[in-house]
Structure formats: C-alpha cells, structure tokens
C-alpha cells in the first residue's frame, strides 16, 4: 500500500488549501486515517483524524479551520485548510491504520504573513 499527499503549496495568512492523499489499496476497512505535520526543528504531531464511520477529530490549533473527510469510493483522503496562519507552515504527512502505520510521503504547507 502507498499514500500519495499532494496539494501543498505557498499561501497568504487567510487563504486555503485542500490536501489529497490517494491511496494505492482500499481504504473501506482502514479504521482511522489521519493527517499529521512537522514544522522545522519540531515533531511530528497529529492535526487531523477520521474513523471508518466518520468519526473525525481535531488538535486544538486547527479545530474550527480544517476539516478531514475521507471518500472510500476514491480510497482518499482530504484536509480542507481554511484561514490558515503562518504557524501551520510545516510538512503535512497523511498517514492509515492497516495493522501498521502507513506513511504517505509529506507535501509542504507555506504560510506567508
């Protein structure tokens, strides 16, 4: 199985971005999928979750501005990032739940003031 992330990019303060990961196997039985991010010098912490049924969560430095949502007919998974600040500039990892992690390969979010 492979994850493909895309849609990154350079953005204003305020402005969106949606992220795509396709993934190259089904994900109707992946429990929980998610959206992770590094910034530099940092770690990797989680932004974004979403369960089988939907079930979605968020941290608390997102929550109000993105929104996850998965489409398994599409086995992708989306993060909708809206008025975004120059904090959330870091790499964004998707990442699924077969057992084991799966890791996609990263696509970077800028945030210019």
């Known amino acids: 199985v492979q994850l493909q992330a895309s849609g990154g990019g350079l953005v204003q303060a305020g402005g969106s971005l949606r992220l795509s990961c396709i993934v190259s196997?089904?994900?109707?039985?992946?429990?929980?999928m998610g959206w992770y991010r590094q910034a530099p010098g940092k770690q990797r912490v989680p932004v974004a979750t979403i369960t089988s049924k939907g079930a979605t969560s968020y941290s608390d430095s997102v929550k109000g501005r993105f929104t996850i949502a998965r489409d398994n007919a599409k086995n992708t998974v989306y993060l909708q990032m809206n008025s975004l600040k120059p904090e959330d500039t870091a790499v964004y990892y998707c990442?699924?739940?077969?057992?084991?992690?799966?890791w996609g390969q990263g696509t970077p979010v800028t945030v210019s003031s």
């Open positions: 990442a699924a739940n077969y057992g084991r992690i799966v």
């Open positions: 196997g089904s994900i109707v039985g992946v429990d929980i």
